[in-house]
């Protein structure tokens, strides 16, 4: 038996959540006293041996050709790779390929699944996980039962963590049926920007106190020197200033960065949902009462447009 982690890249780059993934299912593995192996479709940059080994994995099945495949069509090439590699735990980072790639892959494999775990199993007594609900304001602890269990992991849950090794390579080709292809991307259209949303370390957003569109290189300027991305509130999409995809909030893009900068931002409960799982929420705004304040480790009272460049230049200087 064996721990399979799957991993997910974007423009043959390997995401970091998957790197936590890795180290989620390396350090699950010694808890199990067995080997991490992991599953890759699709091509990426350099030593990929040395790159996934050393953070634990022992073995990498890596499959080249990515070419249209679906949820459906990853779940059936992962689903392979277990029966191949008799594995009873599958570990995928959380994002939103993997939420559809998850529950497919449970259905396949007749195997118990939780979503958004944010520790390491409780293997005292079964096996028992740790993950949000409603919306990140509570915590269930979940016993999963059965011989194969499906995972995602939740984004910032776990810290990469290096061990050194080499993964041995085995090349696989997944058998796909007509079944696993009945629905077919036909065209993908990116979010533009350097930092993406979902991957980003940092993250800058402005509501309606930047008061409109044309004050948005404030807010950019800063942006950059931290090299962050940038999100807004729904309002601000609403009404046209930003594009939709950077819309941050419950019926948006929900975050997990490590540092969330709101700007102007009230605070309303929907934008809070998809913002809750920031390691550090740092508010902006000239209200006092903003109910952003409750909610912020840190708060700074002031008008943003006297605030943010200072802290623009200071950035800088680091």
């Known amino acids: 038996m064996s721990i399979l982690v799957f991993i997910d890249s974007a423009d043959k780059e390997i995401k970091k959540s998957s790197f936590e993934a890795i ?18 479709i699709g091509e990426v940059n350099g030593d990929i041996a040395e790159t996934v080994g050393k953070y634990g994995v022992k073995k990498l099945y890596h499959s080249k050709d990515s070419t249209n495949y679906t949820s459906q069509a990853y779940a059936s090439a992962i689903a392979q790779v277990v029966e191949k590699s008799s594995a009873d735990v599958v570990v995928l980072p959380k994002s ?8 497919r892959l449970a259905a396949k494999l007749k195997a118990a699944v939780a979503a958004g775990v944010s520790e390491l199993p409780d293997l005292s007594n079964g096996f028992k996980v740790k993950r949000p609900i409603y919306t990140g304001k509570a915590f269930a602890y979940t016993e999963l039962k059965g011989s194969k269990i499906v995972l995602t992991v939740a984004k910032n849950a776990m810290q990469p963590k290096e061990v050194g090794g080499k993964a041995e390579i085995e090349n696989f080709s997944p058998s796909i049926s007509d079944a696993d292809q009945k629905v077919k991307v036909l065209d993908v259209e990116k979010a533009t920007g350097e930092i993406l949303l979902p991957e980003a370390d940092i993250v800058v957003s402005g509501g309606r106190g930047m008061k409109g569109p044309e004050n948005w290189n404030v807010l950019e300027d800063l942006a950059k020197a931290l090299g962050a991305a940038t999100g ?3 309002p601000v999409s609403d009404v046209g200033w930003r594009p939709h995809h950077e819309h941050v909030g419950q019926t948006g893009v929900k975050v997990s960065p490590n540092l969330y900068i709101a700007l102007g931002i009230s605070g309303a409960i929907q934008h809070l949902a998809g913002v809750n ?7 902006i705004n000239k209200d006092p009462e903003a109910p952003f304040f409750k909610a912020a480790d840190y708060g700074i009272v002031g008008d943003i447009f006297e605030v943010v460049p200072k802290l623009t230049e200071a950035a800088k200087k680091l």
Do not use: G, Q, R, W
Not at 33 to 38: E, G, L, M
Not at 96 to 103: F, I, K, Q, Y
């Open 277 to 283: 799982s920031s390691k550090v929420l740092v508010v």
């Open 96 to 103: 939103s390929l993997t939420d559809a790639v998850a529950s």
């Open 23 to 40: 180290t989620y299912a390396a350090e699950l593995a010694n808890k199990k006293s067995t080997d991490c192996i992991a599953v890759l």
């Open 232 to 234: 807004c509130s729904k």
